[in-house]
C-alpha cells in the first residue's frame, strides 16, 4: 500500500486535532478530570472518545501540524476544550463557595478536609455537597450530556484556525459570576434561618446579660444549621439541575458566538 504526503497529513490531522480538543476538555470537565484520575486514564478516555467522535466528523483541510497555521489550529482547539470544560466545571464551584458560605455562619469554617477532585482543602459542609452534587450529576447522566455537547461542539465550531470569538469569551467571563449568585442561592435558607436565630441570641443576651452566649450558642447554631441543611436538601436538586442546564445554554452560545 502506497500512501502520498497529502494522505498521510490529512490521516494524522483529522484524528490529532480533535484530539487535542478533547483532551483539554477531558483534562478539566469534572468527573473526568478530577484529580483523582490519573493522567493515563484520562489521555485513555480521550483517545476513545476520539476514536468514537471523529469517522462522524467531515474530513479537515490538509494543514501542515508543524506549520504556523497548524500550530494556530492546536492553540484554538486548546482553547475551546477549555473554555467548554471550565464553563461546567464552575457548577461545581459555585456549590463549594456556597458550602463555604455555609461553614462559616454555622461555626464549621474551622472543620477543613482535602478535597480529593480538586486537590485542595475544603471545609466539610463544602466537601458534602460536592460528593452529593457529583452523585446527582452522575444519577442525571450529566456525564453523558457533556460527552454529547462535546461531540456537537465539532458541528458547531468545526476544527480550523477560528477559535471561540470576543462575544463568546465575554459569555464566560459572565457566566463566572454565576460562582457567587448560584452560591448565594444555594446558602440563602440556611443563612437566614442562621441569622434570625443569631438575632435571637442577641436579644437573649440583652434580656440575660449573664448567659453565656458562647457556651450555649454555638452547639445550638451547630445544632439548628444541620437541620437547616437537612431542610434545604428539598431544594437543592431543582437548583443543581438548573445551573447544569444554564451551563450547556452558556456553552452553546459561547460556540456559536460570531
Do not use: C
Not at 162 to 171: A, C, K, T, V
Not at 181 to 192: I, N
Amino acid at each position: 500500500m502506497n500512501f502520498t504526503d497529502d494522505q498521510v497529513v490529512s490521516l494524522v490531522t483529522s484524528y490529532f486535532w480533535p484530539f487535542i480538543r478533547i483532551a483539554a476538555f477531558i483534562a478539566v470537565v469534572p468527573v473526568f478530570g478530577a484529580r483523582i484520575v490519573p493522567g493515563r486514564i484520562r489521555m485513555m478516555i480521550a483517545m476513545a472518545f476520539t476514536m468514537v467522535i471523529v469517522p462522524i466528523l467531515p474530513p479537515p483541510a490538509a494543514i501542515d501540524p508543524l506549520g504556523v497555521d497548524g500550530m494556530l489550529i492546536t492553540m484554538a482547539q486548546v482553547m475551546i476544550g477549555l473554555a467548554m470544560g471550565f464553563t461546567v466545571k464552575l457548577i461545581f464551584g459555585a456549590i463549594e463557595t456556597g458550602g463555604h458560605i455555609m461553614a462559616q455562619t454555622m461555626g464549621l469554617g474551622f472543620a477543613q478536609m482535602n478535597d480529593p477532585a480538586n486537590g485542595v482543602t475544603v471545609p466539610v459542609v463544602s466537601q458534602f455537597y460536592i460528593i452529593m452534587a457529583t452523585l446527582l450529576f452522575l444519577a442525571l447522566n450529566g456525564h453523558l450530556v457533556v460527552i454529547d455537547v462535546l461531540a456537537e461542539s465539532f458541528t458547531m465550531l468545526p476544527v480550523s484556525i477560528q477559535g471561540i470569538s470576543p462575544d463568546g469569551i465575554w459569555m464566560l467571563i459572565e457566566w463566572s459570576s454565576w460562582i457567587f449568585t448560584g452560591a448565594v442561592l444555594m446558602s440563602l435558607p440556611v443563612v437566614v434561618a442562621l441569622l434570625l436565630i443569631n438575632v435571637a441570641f442577641g436579644v437573649m443576651m440583652r434580656a440575660a446579660p449573664q448567659l453565656n452566649v458562647f457556651a450555649v450558642g454555638f452547639p445550638l447554631t451547630l445544632t439548628f444549621g444541620f437541620i437547616f441543611m437537612w431542610a434545604s436538601l428539598e431544594i437543592f436538586l431543582p437548583q443543581f439541575n438548573n445551573l447544569i442546564e444554564h451551563a450547556l445554554m452558556v456553552v452553546g452560545n459561547m460556540l456559536s458566538a460570531r
